[in-house]
C-alpha cells in the first residue's frame, strides 16, 4: 500500500502484471474511477487495467494480501455504482474488449470488457445475434450476469440463457471454467446471480442467425399515453415470441413529452406487418419509424445516454398489468420532475417465460412486465428526483413479483436483493456463495453475504 500513497502504483503488483495501475493523483485514474452514474464519485485504492486472466489472478493476490475488497468494472453502467468502490481494488476490464466469433458453431467467445456496441458489430458481420441491452454502450458483463433483457429475448430468451460458459478467477485466485457440464452449479449461479462468485475474464454465447427485422418506435402524443399502454398492454399479451415491445414515456430534446412504442419483429416481414399495424392504427402517430432493418440499426433505437448525469432508478417486474397500472405510470409521468427522466415498461416474454425457472439463477421468468421510473437529471435538488421514482415504485408495488437486480438502486435493501431471487433461489445462492466466496472478497455488487 505504500507505494500507492507515494503515488507509484506500478511498484503495487507483481512485475509480470501487463496492464496498466492507476493510482490517486492522476488524471488518468480520475477519469477511470469515474462510472455511469454521476451520483457515484467513489474512490478505489488501486485501479488494475487488466489484460488477462493472469493480471486479474494478480490484482486479486494483491487485494487479499492487503486485505481490501475487489470491485469489477465491465462496461461501468450499473447505477448503484457497483462497477467502483472507495478503498479496494478496482479490476477494471476497458482494454479487454475483443469478440471473437467462430462462424460455423455459431458461438462467439468476448472479452469482460465488450460493450453491447462491441459484441453486435463483431456477430453482426456474420448475419448473427443474441439477445444483449439495447443501449450500445452498456457491459456485457454486468448484464449478462443479471439476466439481460434484450429486443432478441421473446425469440432467444435472455442473454444469461444464450450463455455457453464463462471462464472465471475465484476470491482464491483459481482459474475455473463454469459451463453445463464443468463446475455446473457455479454456471447455474452466474446466469442471474451477479458477479457474487468470482470475476468473469471470457463468456462464450450461443448465436443465432438474424436477418433483416421489422423494426423501429413509433411516437404518440403524451395525450394518447393512456391508450398507447393499453394498446402496448393488448399486443405484448397476444403477440408471437418473435415479437418484442417496450413501452416509455420520455420528453424529446428541446421537444415535448411524448409515449413511445418500440417494437421489433424477429420473423418475415410480411408477417411483422400485420403484428405491428395495430400500433399505426392509435390515432395518427408523431412519428411512425417502422420499416424493415439490421440488427446494429435495431440496437440503436434508443439514444445513448450520456455518462455523468445523476441516475436513480426504481421499479419492479410485475406479474400483470392492470388499468391501475396504466393510471399509476400516466400519473407518475405527468409529475416527471426531469427531462431526462422517463417510465420504461419491458415485458419478457416467449422464450423468456418458458425456460423452465430452476435452469438458472435469474428469478423473475414468471413475470410480465418489468415496470420502473428512471430519475436522470443533471443537478440540484436530488431528493425530489428519487421521491419521484421512489413513489411510482410504491404505486405498483403491489402487483410486484421482485425487482431486477441490474436496476436495483444503490440504497436497495438486503431484502430487495432476496426478493429478487424467492426464498429458495436464495438460499441456492447463498450455499454457493458460501462455497465460492465465504469471506465475500466480491461485496461490489447486488451482494449475497455469506455471513448471514
Ligand atoms: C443506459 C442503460 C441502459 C441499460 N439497458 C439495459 C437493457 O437493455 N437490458 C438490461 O437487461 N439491462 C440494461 N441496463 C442495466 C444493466 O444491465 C446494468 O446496469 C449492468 O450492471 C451493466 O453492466 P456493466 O458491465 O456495464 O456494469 P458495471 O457497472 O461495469 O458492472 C456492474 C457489476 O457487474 C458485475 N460484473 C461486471 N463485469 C463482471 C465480470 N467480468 N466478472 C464479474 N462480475 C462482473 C460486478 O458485480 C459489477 O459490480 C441498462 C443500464 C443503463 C445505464
Known sequence: MSSLVQGEPQAALPEGFRGELLGPGSDAYESARRVFNGMIDRRPALIARCRGVSDVQAAIGYARANDLPVAVRGGGHNTAGHGTCDGGVLIDFSVMRTARVDPASRTVRADPGCTWTDFDTETSAHDLATTGGTVGSTGIGGLTLGGGLGFLMGSFGLSCDNLLSVDLVT??????????????????????????????????????????LLAGLVIYPIEAARAALELFRDVTSSGPDELSCAFAMITVPDGPPVAVIAACFNGPIEDGERLVAPLRRLGPPMDDGIRPMRYPEVQRLFAEIPFGLQNYWKGHFIREMPDDVIDASVRSFEGVTSAHSAILIEAPHGAVRRIPDGETAFGQRAARYNASALAIWEDGDQARHVRWSREYADAVARYASGGYINYLAADASADEVAGAYGHERYERLLALKRKYDPTNVFRFNQNIDPTE
Not at 485466485?173 to 463446475?183: K, P, Q, R, W
Not at 446466469?191 to 448465436?207: I, K
Open 171 to 212: 476470491a482464491e485466485g483459481d482459474f475455473v471454467t463454469a459451463s453445463g457440464e464443468l463446475n455446473s452449479d457455479l454456471f447455474w449461479g452466474v446466469r442471474g446471480g451477479g458477479g457474487n462468485f468470482g470475476v468473469v475474464t471470457s463468456f462464450e454465447y450461443r448465436l443465432h442467425p438474424v436477418g433483416e
